[in-house]
């Protein structure tokens, strides 16, 4: 049986906490496992808080937000942006970073299990950002751990700050300052395209959205559709979904094309990869039948499914996006740490 830390909140705020006015942070103590947990009032606090650590780090880079505060980034799968960004929002908050990017060099390889990995790293550090090859790890994390869980991605299930940084994306640039979030998300249409099944972020994002009145496009090849458990999700919400074959009939009305690569480390066979890896290239000439305002997302890396033409268009908005993730990690360490 599985017992809570008394760090824990899981929304009720607990008498045991030691600082005292964080206890009425939104969020303090709490894991980050999916988007399922957010209502659209917490995503504007979080974006709220994001766009001030953005106007932050561009007065004054650096600051003390998070001083003495330790976060553990504990990777079992390849990462660049989520694990470099973590570390850059907890070191721009004053924090400081356990790195273990290679498990293999770490006491994993001596067959240490999950649970005991995340019951050692927190006697260390005061948050936990674990992404794991398995569906379901970092639930599972949560439920070892007295310190919060963030989830980083978990196999093909969800990679919800991608998703939440995702969508602050959507918001920044497609979107009117001061305007309440639904004026900014309802009546755009959201384009993934790709590798549906097994893409983590999408299956985050999508749930996001649903929590507005979005439309909603999935193109890919046949054997990597959006998951049909999603899409049954979605559709209890009233959001229209359609899926297409061909990018062709989705473009002109899009106003955020999200692509992502076909992942070559999910297919159990590699000829099944072959077939499909290359299904959708975007390059200058795809974009001459979309919008002139639009965007085109990615969360990287890509693997040639965006050609490198591509960046030179305003309305590739990749690079950017990556950028806005710092902000929204740096917004949601301090919301878990009490200090937002
Ligand atoms: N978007 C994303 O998760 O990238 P990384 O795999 O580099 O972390």
């Given at each position: 049986?599985?017992?809570?830390?008394?760090?824990?909140?899981?929304?009720?705020?607990?008498?045991?906490?030691?600082?005292?006015?964080?206890?009425?942070?939104?969020?303090?103590?709490?894991?980050?496992?999916?988007?399922?947990?957010?209502?659209?009032?917490?995503?504007?606090?979080?974006?709220?808080?994001a766009?001030?650590?953005?106007?932050?780090?561009?007065?004054?880079?650096?600051?003390?937000?998070?001083?003495?505060?330790?976060?553990?980034n504990?990777?079992?799968?390849?990462?660049?942006?989520?694990?470099?960004?973590?570390?850059?929002a907890?070191?721009?908050?004053?924090?400081?970073?356990?790195?273990?990017?290679?498990?293999?060099?770490?006491?994993?390889?001596?067959?240490e299990?999950?649970?005991?990995?995340?019951?050692?790293?927190?006697?260390?550090?005061?948050?936990?950002?674990?992404?794991?090859?398995?569906?379901?790890?970092?639930?599972?994390?949560?439920?070892?751990?007295?310190?919060?869980?963030?989830?980083?991605?978990?196999?093909?299930?969800?990679?919800?700050?991608q998703?939440?940084?995702?969508?602050?994306?959507?918001?920044?640039?497609l979107?009117?300052?001061?305007?309440?979030?639904?004026?900014?998300?309802?009546?755009?249409?959201?384009?993934?395209l790709?590798?549906?099944?097994?893409?983590?972020?999408?299956?985050?994002?999508?749930?996001l959205?649903?929590?507005?009145?979005?439309?909603?496009?999935?193109v890919?090849?046949?054997?990597?559709?959006?998951?049909?458990?999603?899409?049954?999700?979605i559709?209890?919400?009233g959001?229209?979904?359609?899926?297409?074959?061909?990018?062709?009939?989705?473009?002109?009305?899009?106003?955020?094309?999200?692509?992502?690569?076909?992942?070559?480390?999910?297919f159990?066979?590699?000829?099944?990869?072959?077939s499909?890896?290359?299904?959708?290239?975007?390059?200058?000439?795809?974009?001459?039948?979309?919008?002139?305002?639009?965007?085109?997302?990615?969360?990287?890396?890509?693997?040639?499914?965006?050609?490198?033409?591509?960046?030179?268009?305003?309305?590739?908005?990749?690079?950017?996006?990556?950028?806005?993730g710092l902000?929204?990690?740096?917004?949601?360490?301090?919301?878990?740490?009490?200090?937002?």
């Amino acid at each position: 049986m599985f017992t809570q830390s008394p760090l824990k909140t899981n929304g009720s705020h607990s008498s045991h906490l030691p600082f005292g006015d964080q206890r009425t942070a939104p969020w303090y103590g709490q894991d980050i496992l999916s988007v399922k947990q957010f209502t659209v009032a917490d995503l504007q606090y979080i974006f709220e808080v994001a766009h001030e650590m953005r106007e932050m780090v561009a007065r004054v880079g650096t600051f003390d937000l998070l001083k003495g505060k330790i976060l553990a980034n504990l990777f079992y799968e390849p990462s660049t942006r989520t694990s470099s960004s973590f570390t850059a929002a907890m070191e721009r908050l004053g924090g400081s970073v356990i790195p273990i990017s290679e498990v293999k060099y770490s006491s994993v390889s001596k067959g240490e299990s999950l649970p005991d990995t995340v019951r050692t790293l927190e006697c260390y550090a005061d948050v936990i950002v674990l992404r794991h090859p398995e569906k379901g790890a970092s639930a599972i994390a949560a439920q070892y751990a007295r310190k919060p869980i963030i989830n980083a991605g978990d196999g093909v299930g969800e990679h919800p700050t991608q998703a939440l940084l995702d969508m602050f994306t959507i918001i920044e640039e497609l979107g009117n300052p001061n305007t309440p979030i639904t004026a900014e998300l309802d009546g755009l249409t959201v384009t993934m395209l790709g590798d549906l099944k097994y893409g983590r972020t999408v299956h985050s994002l999508a749930r996001l959205l649903a929590m507005f009145n979005v439309k909603l496009n999935y193109v890919s090849p046949d054997i990597l559709r959006m998951p049909e458990e999603i899409i049954a999700e979605i559709r209890e919400k009233g959001i229209t979904q359609t899926e297409y074959t061909s990018l062709d009939a989705a473009l002109p009305e899009t106003d955020v094309l999200y692509v992502t690569r076909v992942q070559k480390e999910r297919f159990a066979d590699l000829d099944e990869y072959e077939s499909v890896r290359n299904a959708f290239i975007i390059s200058p000439e795809t974009l001459q039948a979309a919008k002139q305002r639009m965007i085109v997302m990615h969360p990287l890396p890509r693997v040639g499914e965006i050609t490198m033409e591509v960046d030179e268009d305003p309305r590739a908005a990749y690079f950017r996006q990556m950028e806005y993730g710092l902000y929204v990690r740096m917004a949601l360490l301090a919301m878990v740490l009490g200090k937002a």
